[in-house]
């Protein structure tokens, strides 16, 4: 079981180049398009990733008073995250028997996302937020991916960059990791026979 953001994609550090180009603080975006009202209902389904997204251009408007909020949502949507590929090819070291599941807080794009970045393949199952309306770090988006995997807890590992979702498996049994960089994942995966062979 393992996260896709954070983990497998990674993002810009800022959106202070589309914020510059629009006259807005740096911040100000991610600030709108995180906050708990806007995202928690977009990633448990209440909503949908379009919907959000329309939202957020609304506040953007509201708040700072700009025309063209429609127009810098869409420019921030297009971009994508960049795929960790250290990351994608120590999953294909995995032992054929080991099967990946997705498990992510996420909006309705994640599909269309997947199918961009070209990794759906990887996965034997997705466990997306906004499908089964339950959010990571509540137990349930677990139990559905174990559910997917038909294992008991101690059957199960997990891999997750925060510490709050790592705690929550951990909490019903699964063994869990907290990513911080390819190595020490590596040495988790081989640690917990993940591994087809050992890191050389």
């Given at each position: 079981m393992i996260d896709l953001d954070g983990v497998i994609r990674h993002w810009r550090q800022s959106d202070a180049h589309i914020e510059i180009a629009y006259g807005l603080p740096e911040g100000a975006i991610r600030d709108a398009a995180f906050s708990p009202e806007l995202l928690l209902p977009a990633i448990t389904g209440l909503v949908s990733d379009q919907a959000w997204r329309a939202l957020i251009a609304r506040r953007l408007a509201t708040v700072y008073e700009i025309t063209d909020a429609d127009r810098l949502v869409e420019t921030w949507s297009l971009q994508a995250g960049e795929i960790d590929q250290e990351v994608i090819a120590l999953l294909r070291r995995c032992s054929p028997d080991i099967r990946i599941v997705l498990v992510t807080n996420a909006t309705s794009r994640l599909p269309q996302d997947l199918a961009n970045l070209?990794?759906?393949?990887l996965f034997?199952?997705?466990?997306?937020?906004?499908?089964?309306?339950?959010?990571?770090?509540?137990?349930?988006?677990?139990?559905?991916?174990?559910?997917?995997?038909?294992?008991?807890?101690?059957?199960?590992?997990?891999?997750?960059?925060?510490?709050?979702?790592?705690?929550?498996?951990?909490?019903?049994?699964?063994?869990?990791?907290?990513?911080?960089?390819?190595?020490?994942?590596?040495?988790?995966?081989?640690?917990?026979?993940?591994?087809?062979?050992?890191?050389?």
């Open positions: 070209e990794i759906g393949e034997f199952s997705i466990v997306n937020s906004s499908e089964i309306k339950i959010a990571k770090p509540a137990r349930g988006i677990f139990e559905a991916a174990l559910l997917r995997l038909n294992v008991s807890p101690d059957e199960a590992i997990f891999v997750d960059d925060s510490t709050l979702n790592v705690d929550a498996a951990s909490s019903l049994g699964i063994r869990s990791h907290r990513y911080i960089n390819v190595s020490s994942m590596a040495d988790f995966l081989e640690r917990s026979g993940a591994l087809l062979e050992a890191q050389l």
